[in-house]
Nanobody
């Protein structure tokens, strides 16, 4: 059973930082494409960043390049999203997702939520001005 558990959300002022964590089972973590998405109220779910855990290859949405960093800890089967220079428009529910075979698509076409089959419950990030 695929299980993804996010943590690390919270409230921060503009310009601040947060680190989100997505803990997975070992079988889920290995050789998987894992992504972070966000969804603000009334809006669609947007891809933020993804990582292919077998190789450490990373992918980012243009809106977060230079501010967000996705990384992995193999010993903890955990993927992180380090978010810096946060702005109010970054406020959203952040979700972790996984799927074994989609990082090729991500590399070619971007981080689309429709291609990921396994999702966590989400963690809220609120950035105040």
């Amino acid at each position: 059973q695929v299980q993804l558990v996010e943590s690390g959300g919270g409230s921060v002022q503009a310009g601040g930082s947060l680190r989100l964590s997505c803990a997975a089972s070992e079988s889920t973590f290995k050789s998987n494409c894992m992504g972070w998405f966000r969804q603000a109220p009334g809006k669609g779910r947007d891809g933020v960043a993804a990582i292919y855990t077998a190789a450490g290859s990373t992918y980012y949405a243009d809106s977060v390049k230079g501010r967000f960093t996705i990384s992995q800890d193999n010993a903890k089967n955990t993927v992180y999203l380090q978010m810096s220079s946060l702005q109010p428009e970054d406020s959203a529910m952040y979700y972790c997702a996984a799927d074994p075979d989609v990082c090729g698509y991500v590399n070619a076409r971007g981080i689309a939520d429709s291609i990921f089959n396994y999702w966590g419950q989400g963690t809220q990030v609120t950035v105040s001005s």
